[in-house]
C-alpha cells in the first residue's frame, strides 16, 4: 500500500438528481447518502463527487450539514433518475440523464487521500475498468457498488444486463451486490461458485430487510438485518450500508461487525425517515 495514505475511505461517486413517485426533484447518488455513514464511524473519511455547476444548488443542504466532509467538483452533466416505489424493497426506476465517467483527471481533481476508495457509479460508464487500475496503482483498496456492474447506460426505463467487462472486476477488493443484482450477474442464483468466478477477495449480497451474505475466502455467512422497518421508502439505503461498512473496513473491522454495524445504521436513518414522513436525511 502507498506510503502516505490515511486510514480511512474516500467515497467517489456522481451527483444524482432523483425524482422519486413524483415529488419534487431531490439530491442523489451515493454522495447524497454517504455523509450520514462517514459521521456516524468517525475517523478520515471524504466525499468527492461530480455534478453540473448549474445544479450545484439542489446539493447545497448536503454541504451545509456536512461540511468539509463533502466535496463537490465541476461536471458537464449531473445524472438524473425516476424512481417509483412499488413498495418498500421494490421499485421501477427510469434513467433522465447519462452523467460523467471519472477518469485520470477527475482522480487528481478529487486527490483521494485514504487506504480505501469507494466507487459508487450509478450506471456501468461513471468508473472504467482503467480508472479502477489508477485508483489500485496509487496503492488504494477499492471498494464497488455492482450497479456500476448491471446498469446500462441508457436513457429511459432503467435496463440491467450482463454485458460488463471483466477488467472491471480485476482492480477490486470489495464488492457489493443487491439481491437484484446478483441475480444478473450470477445469471441465476448467486452462490460460492458464483462469488469464486468473479474473483474478487470479499463480496457482500445485500437482501433488504432480509439481512446480508458476506464472501471471503470461499466461505459464505450470512448477517441478518439489524431490526425491520417497514412503511418508509429505502432510497439511499444501500448507499448508507456500503459507506457504512467500507469505512469500518477501512477502521479496521472484520467483514461481519462491519456489515451488523452498517445494518444498525441503516435501520437507525430509516426509523427517523418513518418519524418525520420523508426521505431527507440532511
Not at 421501477?92 to 459508487?120: K, N
Not at 461498512?245 to 435501520?267: I, T
Amino acid at each position: 500500500m502507498q506510503q502516505g495514505l490515511v486510514k480511512g475511505v474516500t467515497v467517489l461517486g456522481n451527483l444524482a438528481i432523483d425524482v422519486i413517485d413524483g415529488a419534487p426533484p431531490s439530491p442523489g447518488g451515493c454522495a447524497s447518502f454517504a455523509g450520514v455513514a462517514l459521521e456516524a464511524v468517525g475517523g478520515h473519511g471524504h466525499i468527492a463527487a461530480l455534478g453540473a455547476p448549474r445544479d450545484h444548488a439542489l446539493f447545497d443542504p448536503l454541504v451545509a450539514r456536512f461540511g468539509s466532509l463533502v466535496r463537490i467538483l465541476p461536471s458537464e452533466v449531473t445524472s438524473g433518475f425516476r424512481l417509483d416505489y412499488v413498495d418498500v424493497d421494490h421499485r421501477r426506476m427510469s434513467v433522465d440523464a447519462i452523467g460523467p465517467v471519472w477518469g485520470a483527471a477527475e482522480v487528481e481533481a478529487a486527490d483521494p487521500d485514504t487506504t480505501w476508495v469507494h466507487l459508487a457509479p450509478l450506471l456501468r460508464t461513471d468508473f472504467p475498468a482503467d480508472t479502477l487500475a489508477l485508483l489500485s496503482s496509487r496503492g488504494h483498496l477499492v471498494a464497488y457498488d455492482g450497479q456500476g456492474l448491471v446498469r446500462a447506460d441508457r436513457v429511459g426505463p432503467l435496463v440491467e444486463d450482463r454485458h460488463f467487462s471483466p477488467d472491471l472486476l480485476e482492480h477490486l477488493d470489495m464488492l457489493k451486490l443487491a439481491e437484484d443484482e446478483a441475480v444478473v450477474v450470477a445469471d441465476g442464483d448467486f452462490d460460492a461458485a458464483t462469488a469464486e468466478r468473479l474473483g474478487v477477495p470479499e463480496i457482500v449480497v445485500t437482501f433488504g430487510s432480509e439481512g446480508c451474505d458476506i464472501y471471503t475466502d470461499g466461505d459464505v455467512v450470512r448477517v441478518p438485518a439489524a431490526w425491520r422497518v417497514d412503511g418508509v421508502q429505502t432510497t439511499g439505503a444501500g448507499d448508507m450500508f456500503t459507506a457504512c461498512y467500507v469505512a469500518h473496513r477501512a477502521a479496521g473491522d472484520g467483514p461481519v461487525p462491519s456489515a451488523q454495524l452498517a445494518s444498525e445504521l441503516v435501520a437507525r436513518e430509516l426509523d427517523k425517515r418513518l418519524k418525520v414522513g420523508h426521505a431527507d436525511l440532511v
